[in-house]
């Protein structure tokens, strides 16, 4: 079978590589991909895997692309293409595809769809208001007194998210996302939540319109540095299991989301055929999802897919089918972590083409992967392209050899600038 994977991050890689040991697969494409995506070949025939020159924005060209080369799936990595519409133009032109459609691709493309959903059918989210005018904006941030999430409606590169410890604080959110427009139209409405305290954990599952099969926890670590400090990211690392919940009580608390998650798409005609990654708050009153993501996250995607033993082609077809409830999820009972090797500056601005160097040496390490992000080759060398550059990931039979290992990787490894967060997994283990 021929297959095409549409992204260019380090959870495209990861998807990839986890594709390319399918021995249904005979070809595979990806678009753009990046330099380590382009060193993969396949496991049943070692043909090598393909980047062409289409960006995953570039919908019409996509289709074309397809079409020549007669692909006979295509998976679809980061949430904007699935935002555009790329599973609805595939379907319209008879090809295969896995991801959300644009409908059920609105749970992460706005806040405010997202939002409403979980209250009209009983799901359990922070309080909130939606707003598209500031004066009443503010005056629901002081019934909070400021203590609150203010969020732009639409995609904003992980970016949109204000948090506010006070009234003055939140009163510039609003009116940075509201007035100023930092985020251009995706702030044209926002979302206020209350502060929820607790501990942050990520849920995965995959959904094939009437099944929602969950995956085990992860934790990702969105600051720029250690301890939590410093600017929201898309992901610094993530590790898997996080420990802060028994098989049971995770069991507990996916029910508590999808349950009600799939009464309310079937009421609501939303046939949701994808990845849903709910964001989800363990307060002390329970779990609370504040927010949902409608793809794999990233770096959560480069753990995961180091743990599962399923054949995922397998799996992804099962999703577009219907017919997941035949299949059980297997996953490996290895830990494994994901520490991020970014630019400097990175999530501000950052230079690229910085060579990399180790990556060779770092690759011969044992249960070790080092999945590409922004990356490139200029001639014979792999050189810096993005602000997430690599995600060293390695598994290990528990968290503290995992940890250990990956960051054994990233020691191998250099650039100029390069900064990294040195905590991955520390809260697991401490
Ligand atoms: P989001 O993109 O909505 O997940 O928000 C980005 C990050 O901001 C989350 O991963 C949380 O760490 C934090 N956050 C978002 N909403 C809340 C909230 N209501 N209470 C506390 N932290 C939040």
Not at 66 to 75: C, D, L, S
Not at 114 to 141: C, L, N, V, W, Y
Request: net charge neutral.
């Amino acid at each position: 079978m021929k297959v095409l994977v549409i992204g260019s991050g380090g959870r495209e890689h990861a998807l990839v590589w986890k594709l390319a040991q399918s021995p249904h697969i005979t070809q595979m494409w990806c678009a753009p991909g990046n330099a380590g995506i382009a060193g993969e070949r396949l496991t049943q025939n070692q043909s090598a895997v393909e980047c062409i020159n289409i960006g995953a924005e570039q919908l019409p060209q996509l289709v074309a692309f397809a079409q020549e080369k007669k692909i006979a799936f295509t998976v679809v990595g980061p949430d904007k293409p699935l935002a555009l519409g790329i599973v609805d133009l595939f379907e319209k032109n008879s090809l295969r595809i896995w991801g959300a459609n644009q409908k059920a691709a609105q749970f992460e493309s706005s806040k405010a769809f997202s939002q409403d959903f979980m209250e009209r059918h009983g799901i359990p989210t922070a309080r909130s208001g939606t707003f598209a005018e500031q004066h009443a904006a503010k005056k629901f941030a002081a019934t909070l007194n400021g203590r609150c999430a203010v969020k732009a409606d639409g995609l904003a590169l992980g970016k949109g998210v204000l948090m506010c410890g006070n009234v003055d604080e939140a009163n510039k959110a609003i009116d940075e996302i509201l007035v100023s427009k930092a985020f251009g139209s995706a702030g044209s409405k926002i979302v206020i939540q209350e502060f929820l305290e607790g501990m942050e954990i990520s849920l995965h599952a995959l959904c094939d319109g009437k099944t929602a099969k969950l995956f085990p926890t992860a934790q990702d670590h969105k600051r720029a540095l250690d301890g939590d400090q410093g600017l929201n990211t898309g992901g610094m690392g993530t590790y898997s299991p996080a420990p802060f919940l028994t098989d049971a009580e995770l069991a507990s608390v996916g029910a508590k989301i999808l349950k009600p998650w799939l009464k309310g798409c079937a009421a609501d005609g939303i046939v949701f055929k994808g990845l849903l990654y709910p964001g989800v708050m363990l307060t002390k009153d329970g779990p609370k999802v504040i927010e949902f993501n409608a793809r794999f996250g990233d770096p959560e995607a480069q753990v995961y897919l180091t743990r599962l033993e399923n054949d995922l082609m397998e799996l992804l077809e099962a999703s577009v089918d219907g017919a997941l409830d035949k299949i059980e999820l297997r996953w490996n009972p290895m830990s494994s972590v994901c520490v991020v090797m970014a630019s400097g500056g990175y999530p501000g601005s950052y230079p690229k083409g910085k060579p990399i160097s180790g990556l060779a040496e770092a690759g011969q390490l044992t249960n070790t992967k080092i999945f590409h992000a922004g990356t490139a080759c200029a001639g014979d060398q792999i050189v810096t392209n993005g602000g997430r550059v690599l995600g060293v990931t390695a598994w290990a039979k528990d968290l503290s050899a995992a940890r250990n290992a990956a960051y054994a990787g990233v020691d191998r490894i250099t650039f100029e600038g390069a900064q990294y967060r040195r905590d991955i997994a520390a809260k697991a283990l401490s």
